[in-house]
């Protein structure tokens, strides 16, 4: 019987380190929240003062944040994982997850901060959605028949939402795009 | 009220148009669509549609955003049935009844029921919507700034409380960040650039849609591709029309699930999932065979698919009487109003009397469309949940990036966007529910303005906040939810109630 390392205690880990950071944020927000302007000068009511909603935020996520990463340290949160206990099946599983998220975060990013905006809105569409699907679908398939197939399909889709969202938006809703 | 019914009834007149039928069947339809497809959500289609719609007139937008979101929240009844994979958070209570009897055979059978609990969910919640919207809106007349500091406060704290009732802290959390997410870019009473470094994109704040596109929107595309793929579904092979039996039995479950689901939706950022819930818990504690209850209990589907419709009529009361949203699509919804010019709040039955009828006709008609479209076309949208994931998010993807661009033409709202759905998607992986947040950078501007304004008032005086009698009950309320929701207090309270009963029953 393996004893990895389960998801909650992952979780009371995210918990602490999350926790953590919040108490940070909310020092910062309440220190440049204090460095606003009070406009005395202009005779401003000092109740009114930009800084102070913000900096009432500040101190609530400061006190949150202290709450979490103590209550997360109580459950051990600080400890660091321990390689030796690590399960392999749960980890396989865990980097295949990481990877899928991190393929579909590079491709969405690289389309919307990066190909949007440098080429024509339907020439960016149609390369993010063939690359999309052929990245995805490669990922599953195992015959090089299947990967023909994908790449196909990944065409066609690409073709067809590249011409019928650039129609849609711009000619029937009047939609600028970018 | 007979003004309201002639508001009404001239509604409905006005909607027997071919091409009023045609949008209303279009947009019930597209929502069930966009329910019933794990990962995109009642909030993504609104935000999306609000893109699209932003130059129709205010009538039609309104009616194909209203259509959108009944649509969409019964649509998720689908997949939580055939898949157990609830299609929108709102359905998962379903997934508990629904999956087990689809799994015995009678998939048909928990289609037919989900469907019509959700016409009669909608319908008990339009009944409300019409009485309790003209009393709210001339009650919140009496509302000035410290009232309204307190409800900004109250949504948030009773949204995390709620909407995270594990660990009400990451729902705080959530709220928080919302409210600071609202505090960067230009205030409105000294025009002072908050966190904007000298920024201009920055001083302009982060727009509402852009946030919730990222949040609902790429964040769930993220954690779609992340996960496993779902299994597509089989065919429907049972009787799909529901007995007449099996509703005379749940009438009381129904009106019961029904009011609930109303009363849950009124809540500020509480929402339709806590609808469901809340329902599927009473009808669970009335019925007579508790025993079957998750593991195929039609009482159970009954109770969960009423309250989660009635709870969206129910979101809606709120957000046209205080401008508070009762759930997340519900903010989307708020902020379509304003963008149509449409003022929202206390003022609306002042100066838009007819609009909170037409609202309430728009609701009627989306859910007698749910009735149809759901029981005579059962089989054909089936089709929907066959469209492989990696197929249909580069789709949903470029959608939400003309849905964050659009509005205000920015490159810098698909920056929002990303980045938001990015910290969205964390967040989810950690169990921070995402309805607070929403909340908080809808009130965020309200609670800042209204404090301020306050204490202007008051020349500095705190007092008003607790002497005014609405703003002291508020304020009791909101203090009184954080302090149950901590262990000792709790402990403490509970205790000194038990006494105090004790001895009331001894004397």
Redesign the interface.
Same mark, same amino acid.
């Given at each position: 019987m393996s004893d990895g390392e389960t998801g909650a205690q992952r %979780?009371v880990r995210?918990?602490f380190w999350?926790g953590f950071g919040?108490t940070a944020l909310g020092l910062v927000?309440t220190f440049?929240s204090w460095r606003?302007?009070r406009?005395a000068e202009l005779n401003?009511?000092?109740?009114?003062a930009? %800084?102070?909603?913000?900096g009432m935020? %500040?101190i609530?996520?400061t006190v949150?944040?202290a709450?979490?990463c103590a209550?997360a340290a109580r459950a051990g949160g600080w400890r660091m994982p321990n390689r030796a206990s690590r399960d392999h099946g749960t980890d396989g599983d865990l980097a295949r997850?990481?990877g899928?998220?991190f393929?579909?975060?590079a491709?969405?990013?690289g389309?919307?901060?990066g190909l949007? %905006?440098s080429l024509p809105f339907w020439a960016a569409?149609g390369i993010?959605?063939f690359l999309?699907?052929v990245i995805?679908?490669w990922r599953?398939t195992r015959s090089l028949a299947s990967l023909v197939r994908a790449v196909f399909?990944a065409a066609l889709?690409a073709v067809i939402?590249a011409t019928a969202?650039t129609f849609v938006?711009e000619q029937v809703?009047?939609?600028?795009?970018? | 009220m007979p003004d309201g019914l002639q508001f009404f009834l001239a509604a409905l007149v006005s909607f027997a148009e071919p091409a009023t039928l045609f949008t209303i069947v279009w947009a019930t339809l597209l929502g069930i669509t966009v329910g019933m497809l794990p990962g995109l959500t009642a909030t993504l289609g609104l935000a999306l549609l609000t #893109?699209? #719609?932003f $130059?129709l007139d205010a009538g039609s937008a309104i009616l194909i955003l209203i259509c959108m979101y009944v649509g969409a929240i019964f649509g998720g009844s689908r997949s939580a049935i055939l898949l157990n994979i609830p299609g929108t958070p709102a359905n998962a209570a379903s997934a508990l009844d629904g999956f087990p009897l689809a799994r015995a055979g009678h998939a048909g059978h928990a289609l037919g029921l989900a469907t019509v609990a959700s016409f009669f969910g909608g319908i008990v919640g339009m009944l409300m919507l019409a009485l309790i919207a003209p009393v709210l809106a001339e009650f919140a007349l009496k509302f000035g700034s410290p009232e309204f500091f307190w409800l900004a406060l109250f949504g948030i704290v009773i949204s995390g409380r709620l909407t995270a009732a594990d660990d009400p802290?990451?729902g *705080?959390?959530a709220g928080?960040?919302g409210?600071?997410a609202a505090?960067v870019g230009q205030?409105g009473?000294?025009a002072?650039q $908050?966190?904007s470094y000298g920024n201009s994109d920055l001083a302009g704040g982060f727009g509402l849609l852009p946030v919730l596109v990222g949040t609902f929107g790429?964040a769930e595309?993220?954690q779609v591709?992340?996960?496993?793929?779902y299994k597509t579904v089989r065919g429907v092979g049972d009787r799909i029309l529901p007995r007449l039996r099996d509703l005379r039995d749940n009438a009381r479950n129904i009106l019961r699930s029904g009011l609930i689901g109303t009363f849950m939706g009124l809540l500020p950022g509480v929402g339709e999932d806590m609808g469901a819930w809340a329902s599927y818990a009473a009808a669970r504690r009335a019925s007579k065979h508790k025993e079957k209850f998750g593991k195929g209990s039609i009482e159970g589907l009954i109770a969960s698919e009423t309250g989660n419709n009635a709870a969206v009529a129910g979101a809606i009361i709120p957000v046209l009487t205080l401008a508070v949203p009762g759930s997340a699509p519900s903010a989307v919804l708020l902020a379509a109003m304003f963008i149509h010019g449409i003022r929202p709040g206390p003022l609306i039955m002042i100066e838009f009397p007819s609009f909170v009828f037409e609202v309430v006709a728009m609701v009627f008609a989306a859910s007698v469309a749910v009735l149809i479209l759901g029981l005579a076309l059962t089989r054909p949208l089936l089709l929907v949940l066959q469209v492989?994931r990696?197929?249909l998010?580069?789709?949903i993807?470029?959608?939400c #990036?003309?849905g964050a661009?659009?509005i205000a033409?920015r490159?810098f709202d698909? *920056?929002v966007?990303?980045g938001f759905?990015?910290i969205g998607?964390l967040l989810r992986?950690?169990?921070y529910p995402m309805a607070p947040l929403v909340l908080g950078i809808v009130l965020g501007p309200i609670?800042?303005k209204n404090? $301020? $304004?306050s204490?202007?008032l008051s020349?500095?005086s705190i007092e008003p906040f607790f002497t005014r009698p609405i703003s002291a009950v508020l304020a009791f309320i909101t203090i009184a939810v954080v302090c149950m929701a901590i262990p000792p207090i709790r402990r403490r309270i509970l205790g000194l109630l038990s006494v105090f009963s004790f001895r009331r029953s001894k004397s």
């Open positions: %979780g995210a918990d999350f919040l927000v440049e606003m302007p406009l401003v009511n000092p109740m009114t930009p %800084g102070l909603v913000p935020v %500040g609530v996520l949150l944040g709450v979490l209550r997850q990481t899928r998220f393929v579909a975060l491709l969405s990013v389309y919307a901060a949007v %905006g569409t993010f959605v999309f699907v995805f679908e599953g399909m889709l939402v969202v938006f809703f009047l939609v600028r795009l970018p | #893109t699209l #719609t $130059r802290v990451k *705080w959390i928080f960040l409210l600071l505090m205030e009473i000294h002072y $908050r966190f790429f595309i993220l591709m992340k996960n496993r793929e492989p990696e197929r998010m580069p789709v993807f470029v959608l #990036t003309i661009f659009a033409s490159i698909v *920056w966007m990303l759905g990015v998607f992986e950690m169990k609670l800042d404090f $301020r $304004r204490m202007v020349d500095g």
